[in-house]
């Protein structure tokens, strides 16, 4: 089972960015597809953005749209989430996910992704 390692979250103002990291323990990300999530407290965990396996497709909820930036960097098998004009209503916690040879429809839900990192909390407050 892949191991996921997510860092970088922390306190932010609004309108400051963030950038978070999740490292996977495999040799290759390749056959990958990466989903970020959230949870905020007392809502339902939902999906934030997604990169598919391969040379896959590039999925981000609404309401991140034109301020979120998902990448991979191949050579330290990691997938970074880069945070811009960030809202209070970005304050949750992150978490990256992992499916092999998945391909992001733009509807991903979490039962569609099979290992989890433990989480990052994002907090964006004055």
Do not use: H
Not at 82 to 107: E, F, H, I, W
């Amino acid at each position: 089972q892949v191991q996921l390692v997510e860092s970088g979250g922390g306190l932010v103002q609004p309108g400051g960015s963030l950038r978070l990291s999740c490292a996977a323990s495999v040799s290759t990300l390749y056959d990958l597809a990466i989903g970020w999530f959230r949870q905020a407290p007392g809502k339902e965990r939902e999906g934030v953005s997604c990169t598919s396996s391969g040379l896959g497709r590039t999925y981000y909820a609404d309401s991140v749209k034109g301020r979120f930036t998902i990448s991979r960097d191949n050579a330290k098998n990691t997938v970074y989430l880069q945070m811009n004009s960030l809202k209070p209503d970005d304050t949750a916690v992150y978490y990256c996910a992992t499916r092999q040879y998945y391909v992001c429809t733009g509807s991903d839900r979490s039962a569609d992704f099979r290992s989890w990192g433990q989480g990052t909390q994002v907090t964006v407050s004055s």
